[in-house]
């Protein structure tokens, strides 16, 4: 099944840019209540995620924990354990759920590289689950059938 049907587009989505500071990342985080958000360039190109992780590393091991010198810390000098990996409009469900089984949300881009939303692992699942129902209720039918 084609992704679009589960996508949460770019404008119902949070996320930050790279000419974004630390403390803007944490603000809009916090308002959202997201524990990882993706980063998209000035061009509106994927650049990556950030996790509350990410964050709570990079102050322990860079900054004080002082609020007000969160403002002048580019978010491109925070460091990232790793990326999630996005892909690409084209993609189907299935192939999805490799790439969700370590992230909360699956980033799409377009064939321009463009960040056009997210697929939430809790639409996969739902996916997936709907899927199953469908199969086991065919089964059933097949059975009552053979049995008639």
Known sequence: ???LFYLTPKCDCAYIDT?????????K????RY???PILDENGSYAGVLTEGDLLWSI???YDLDLRKAEDVPITEVDRRRDYTPVSIRS???DLINVALGQNFVPVVDDADKFIGIVTRKDIIKYFSEKL??????ERTDAQYQYA
């Open 1 to 3: 099944m084609n992704i």
């Open 19 to 27: 000419a974004d500071t630390l403390r803007q990342a944490m603000e």
């Open 29 to 32: 985080m916090e308002y959202h």
């Open 35 to 37: 524990s990882a958000i």
């Open 60 to 62: 322990k091991n860079k």
């Open 92 to 94: 189907s469900m299935e």
């Open 133 to 138: 129902s469908k199969s086991e209720a065919m």
